[in-house]
Structures are given as structure tokens and as C-alpha cells.
């Protein structure tokens, strides 16, 4: 009999007063015991972002988290892993995210009742769980293989009313256009970033404190532009390249350029190849004098391409500031599939706006957009080379989509079997009172 099971019969973690339970365990699954505590903790997350719960989450809840650890225990006889680096990019993005939304550390350390260390402590466990858990998934889903006779098969025996409905999909290729930002501005912001340096050399300011107050790095600027522990890679070439050139704790590099903009770097930490840094970004503002110029260059351009001096892919390939289109002639594509084909709601919402007004073969007048990664103000143009109107899906026009279907459609019958026979062998017991729920998956305790 394992401690977890004789936890099962009645342990109770007690608090402030003896007959108040604070805690209890309300699972077991294997040798892994599941709290009242972790639950009710991921539902007020759940709760908090927004994520919807299909039913009673004092059900749905437990039953994801031993799905999980069926999961889990496969991974360590199949020796999956997962690195460190990516951990804690992921600890570091929720953080970011949360603090964000809700305003402060402090305000996230008392809505959640935790210290921040005990948060990224609990993230950590869940982040680097989840992420084995999908390693498995994979390797369980990665040998499926279908051929073109059977997705014709699967969509023929489709019963009618399961035909998947195509929403409007559009080909959209783009130009765009970074405005030019003053020396002036760009000699500003340097002094500023020098003036900061010297602040914190001379002990006037704290590095933390003057990125809490001027750093325009979203992610960072509240955690005092922390960045977390991270290898070389993880940054752009500019940025690591003076970054890990830092050897003493507290030094401040010189300044910085990136796609971003500019940047000041100071060390906290190193951990072999991995480190923590600050930073404090300061971004150049493009006034409204640099719009308006770039607007009419872009006009000129587009009276260009109307009268056929050359074509749009000419012009996105040696003229487009986007580097992602630049190279297939300005063709966006879906950042889930990759396909040219996209529905609306894949594209920016300002391309989408003005593509939803625009004719097969127009190009579109000049409009502001924010540049996905900056966040910069930048003019464009697009050209909307295909719109293929909302229909019930065929074989012939709609293939990829209905292999997708089919292929997710069989990934999902193998890791169903896997989680039903795993049911079978693995021991589970759920406390009196918690096994009254409609589970996704009946049989959780039935064999002891």
C-alpha cells in the first residue's frame, strides 16, 4: 500500500483553526495524489483568463489533472523531457501576462494569496507537466499517415449534416512601409538610456526601479525589466551579442539597437550558458509628419502598380519593409497552417478591415497598421488575390482542410484508447463526494 493511499483514508492539512480543512487530497491516481488546493487553484486561473469550463469544474478539473499524470507516467518510461529554457520562457510569458492584466506584482501576489516565488515555483511544475504531457501526445499521434483514397473515403461517409462548413477564406499579399524616425528623436533616446546608466553607476537609481518607470517593453517593465534565466538564443543577434558580453552582476551595457528599439542591458546573473538580464527599452515614436510622408509614398507606389509599371510581387520583394512576405511576393500567410489561404479572423485586424471591402484584383488605398512584433506604427498596401466565398466543404476544392479533420479525428480515437487502457491498469481512488460528477471518461476507481 503506497503513502498516497493511506493519505486517501482522512488526511487533512490543518490551519488556524483545527476544524477548518484548508486542504485535502481528493485523488488518487497511481502514487499521485491530487488536492482540493491545486484544483480550486486552477480554477480561479481558468476563471481569471477566461477559459471556458464544459461542465462542473469540481469534475472536469481533477479528471484533466489525472488524464495529465496517465500521461506523465508513460512519458518517464518513455524518458520524454522537457528543457529548461523553454520552462521558464513560458513561467516568464504567463507572469508578464498576468501582472499585466491585473496591474502588480503586488495585486497578483493578493488576488492568488501566494508569493511570487511560490507562483513561479507551481507554474514551473504545471508549464514543464503540460509540456511532457503534449511530448507524449505526440509521439503516440506522430506514425498516423493517411493517403488521398482514404480522406475521400472518411468525407464520403460523412452523414450530411457533418459536413464541415468553410468559412470565407482570402489570399491577401501585402507591402509595407517604415516610416523614417528623426536623428533628433533616435539622439534623444540614447541620452536618456545614457542618463540612466549613469543614474544607476553612480547609486542615484536603481536599474529595476528606472525600467518599472521608462521601459516600454510591455513584458518586462513590471518585473523591473526581468527577463528570466535564458540562453543565447532566445534573443535576437543584437541583443545577445552585447548581452552575453556582461560577466560582472550589475554592469550596464552600453546601448543597444534592435528591431525593437533601443535598449540598455544589465546583468544579474549566469548560469553556465544561460542568464538573467534587465533591460529598459525606450522605442522611437513615429510622428505624424513621418506618417503622412509615408502615406505618400505609398500612394505614388500604388499609382504605380494601378498603371502595371511593375507588378506587386516586384514591388514586395526589393520595396516591402516586411521581412516575413518580402520573399514570396508579399503573400501573408496563416501563422496556424501556413497556407496562403486564410480566413478573416487569421489576418490583422487592419488588413482585415480593409479586405473585407475590397474587390478580387483591388489594391487597397494606404492605411496604418502596428507592426506585429514592434508594435511601431507603419503604412501598407494590400492586394486581394483570391476571396473564396463560405460553402460546405468538398473532396476536390477543400481537400487539405478535410485531411486536417480526418487526420485530428484519428489523432484523437489513439489517445482516447491510450487514456481508456491506462484506466484499466492504473490504480485511482477518488474520495467520497467527488466521484458523483459526469466524467468524460467513466471508470475513474472502479478496480482497486
Excluded: C
Aim: net charge negative; glycine share 6%; proline share 4%.
Amino acid at each position: 500500500m503506497t503513502l498516497a493511499v493511506i493519505l486517501m483514508g482522512g488526511l487533512q492539512l490543518m490551519a488556524q483553526e483545527a476544524e477548518n480543512i484548508i486542504d485535502e487530497i481528493i485523488w488518487v491516481v497511481g502514487d499521485e495524489a491530487i488536492l482540493r488546493s491545486e484544483v480550486e487553484n486552477e480554477r480561479k486561473r481558468m476563471l481569471y483568463q477566461g477559459e471556458k469550463i464544459d461542465g462542473d469544474p469540481y469534475g472536469v478539473i481533477p479528471e484533466q489533472m489525472a488524464i495529465q499524470k496517465l500521461f506523465l507516467n508513460q512519458a518517464i518510461i518513455d524518458s520524454i523531457e522537457v528543457s529548461d529554457d523553454q520552462v521558464e520562457a513560458q513561467v516568464d510569458a504567463q507572469m508578464n501576462m498576468f501582472i499585466a492584466q491585473i496591474g502588480s506584482k503586488e495585486k497578483l501576489e493578493e488576488y492568488l494569496e501566494k508569493p511570487i516565488s511560490q507562483l513561479r515555483s507551481e507554474w514551473r511544475t504545471g508549464i514543464r507537466n503540460n509540456g511532457i504531457m503534449q511530448q507524449m501526445q505526440q509521439k503516440l499521434v506522430e506514425d498516423v499517415t493517411i493517403t488521398p483514397s482514404e480522406v475521400r473515403l472518411y468525407f464520403e461517409r460523412l452523414p450530411k449534416d457533418s459536413i464541415p462548413f468553410i468559412e470565407t477564406q482570402v489570399e491577401v499579399q501585402i507591402i509595407t512601409l517604415q516610416p523614417q524616425v528623426s536623428k533628433q528623436q533616435v539622439d534623444e533616446i540614447k541620452n536618456r538610456l545614457r542618463d540612466f546608466t549613469n543614474r544607476v553607476n553612480t547609486g542615484e537609481s536603481e536599474f529595476s526601479t528606472l525600467a518599472i518607470l521608462y521601459s516600454e517593453d510591455p513584458g518586462s517593465a513590471a518585473m523591473g525589466g526581468e527577463l528570466g534565466f535564458k540562453a543565447k538564443g532566445a534573443y535576437v543577434p543584437e541583443f545577445s551579442a552585447v548581452a552575453f558580453q556582461l560577466t560582472e552582476p550589475g554592469k550596464v551595457s552600453k546601448v543597444v539597437e534592435t528591431e525593437f528599439g533601443y535598449h540598455i542591458i544589465q546583468l544579474i546573473e549566469r548560469r553556465g550558458d544561460r542568464a538573467n538580464f534587465r533591460h529598459i527599452l525606450l522605442t522611437p515614436k513615429v510622428s505624424a509628419k513621418e506618417l503622412t510622408d509615408a502615406r505618400a509614398r505609398m500612394d505614388t507606389l500604388r499609382m504605380d502598380l494601378d498603371s502595371a509599371k511593375f507588378s506587386f510581387e516586384e514591388a514586395a520583394r526589393y520595396l516591402s519593409s516586411d521581412k516575413n512576405t518580402r520573399n514570396s511576393g508579399g503573400m501573408m500567410t496563416s501563422e496556424r497552417t501556413g497556407a496562403a489561404r486564410m480566413t478573416m479572423d487569421e489576418l490583422p485586424a487592419e488588413v482585415a478591415r480593409v479586405v473585407a471591402r475590397m474587390e478580387v484584383g483591388e489594391i487597397s488605398k494606404p492605411f496604418v497598421m502596428k507592426d506585429s512584433k514592434t508594435s511601431r506604427d507603419q503604412v501598407a498596401i494590400v492586394k486581394l488575390k483570391r476571396r473564396v466565398p463560405g460553402h460546405k466543404a468538398t473532396y476536390y476544392d477543400d481537400y487539405q482542410t478535410v485531411k486536417e479533420i480526418y487526420e485530428q479525428h484519428l489523432r484523437q480515437e489513439i489517445i482516447e484508447k491510450f487514456i481508456r487502457e491506462k484506466q484499466k491498469t492504473t490504480y485511482v481512488r477518488i474520495k467520497p463526494g467527488w466521484e458523483k460528477y459526469d466524467f468524460k471518461y467513466p471508470g475513474w476507481g472502479q478496480h482497486d
